[in-house]
């Protein structure tokens, strides 16, 4: 698939130059300093049109009880694809994220989970990736949430695609 890749932002839109591991380790870094207890959450979204597909990457980072912020990527690829093949490259995404941050994380004491845009429920047509993501992420050994407990990707990514 031919993409167009962009780097990373806040939510405020400014651009990083660094990669993922620098930023997300800066982030927790400074807010532990400020004695939050932290979680991540990294999620992937995609929405199709006519000549293309949008997808965005959210890395979410939670303090506990004190709200949260985010850095995004967005990805424009240029091939249709199908349902599964689209929520899949999604997980894939958000999997390779997770992995190039995980040893930050352990590092630093701070829980991961991996979120899906995957609907539980199998009247819906994203539910035929359900069982895949789920076991490509469990056994990446990450934590995975599906609709509606994966914020990360239905909410958050959901916003910049």
């Not at 405020?12 to 979680?39: C, D, H, M, N, W």
């Not at 199709?48 to 959210?58: C, D, L, M, P, V």
């Amino acid at each position: 698939m031919k993409s167009v890749n962009q780097n990373w932002r806040n939510f405020s839109g400014k651009i990083f130059q660094e990669p993922i591991t620098e930023i997300v380790e800066k982030a927790i870094v400074r807010e532990l300093s400020e004695g939050y207890k932290l979680k991540v959450c990294v999620g992937s979204d995609s929405q199709a049109y006519k000549s293309h597909i949008e997808y965005a990457t959210a890395v979410v980072v939670l303090r506990e009880g004190k709200g949260g912020f985010m850095f995004m990527k967005n990805l424009k690829g240029t091939k249709q694809i199908g349902i599964k093949e689209r929520m899949l490259k999604e997980v894939t995404m958000s999997v390779e994220v997770a992995y190039a941050i995980c040893n930050i994380l352990d590092k630093h004491s701070v829980s991961l989970e991996v979120h899906a845009d995957i609907n539980t429920d199998a009247k819906f047509q994203s539910n035929v990736a359900l069982k895949d993501a789920m076991g490509y992420i469990l056994g990446m050994g990450f934590e995975f949430k599906a609709k509606p407990h994966a914020f990360a990707s239905s909410s958050c990514a959901d916003k910049v695609v």
